[in-house]
C-alpha cells in the first residue's frame, strides 16, 4: 500500500513523502492498465456480443441493420440487450482478451469475420455468415435462425 503524505516544515515548504507498506519482499504496486473501449450498437444489457466486418457501413448495411433488428424482435429481444461491433471499423483488431474485458460475452456470434474466438467453457460461440449474405440465401437465413433461436432464448 502507498500512502502520500504532505508537510510543512518550518511553515515555508511542502514536501512529499511516500511510504510504503506491506511484506518484506513485496512488489511495487504496477499501474493497471487502461481498460479498452469500443464504439458499438446497443447496449450489451444481456452480453451478447455480435461481430461484423462491413467497411462500407457503420455497422450493417441499412437492410441488413433492419433484418437485425427484426430478428432480436423475434427472439423478444432489444437492440439494448445486444452488442453489435463492426471490426471493419477498428484502428487495430482487438485481442480476446480486449473483447472479452469490455464485454464480458456470454454469447459471440460472429457474422461473417475472419477473428477467431477460441473455444472457452464460459462463452458461447456461433460462427455463421455475414447478414447481407444470408438475406440472399435463404438456406443460410434458415439455419442461422435454427441455431440463434435456440442460442438466445
Do not use: C
Not at 80 to 100: F, R, T, W
Amino acid at each position: 500500500m502507498t500512502e502520500t503524505v504532505f508537510s510543512v516544515e518550518d511553515g515555508s515548504a511542502d514536501t512529499l513523502v511516500e511510504t510504503r507498506t506491506g511484506s518484506k519482499g513485496s512488489e511495487p504496486h504496477k499501474p493497471e492498465q487502461a481498460a479498452p473501449s469500443f464504439v458499438f450498437f446497443g447496449q450489451n444489457k444481456r452480453n451478447y456480443l455480435f461481430l461484423s466486418d462491413e467497411k462500407q457501413h457503420e455497422w450493417m448495411s441499412e437492410v441488413a441493420m433492419d433484418a437485425f433488428v427484426k430478428t432480436l424482435a423475434a427472439l423478444k429481444l432489444a437492440a439494448d440487450d445486444v452488442a453489435l461491433l463492426n471490426l471493419a471499423k477498428l484502428a487495430e483488431p482487438p485481442s480476446i482478451g480486449q473483447l472479452a474485458l469490455f464485454f464480458k460475452p456470454k454469447v459471440v456470434v460472429n457474422l461473417g469475420t475472419k477473428f477467431v474466438w477460441p473455444e472457452q467453457h464460459d462463452v458461447k460461440l456461433f460462427h455463421t455468415y455475414a447478414f447481407g449474405d444470408m438475406l440472399a440465401d435463404a438456406e443460410k437465413k434458415r439455419a442461422f435462425w435454427t441455431t440463434i433461436k435456440h442460442l438466445l432464448i
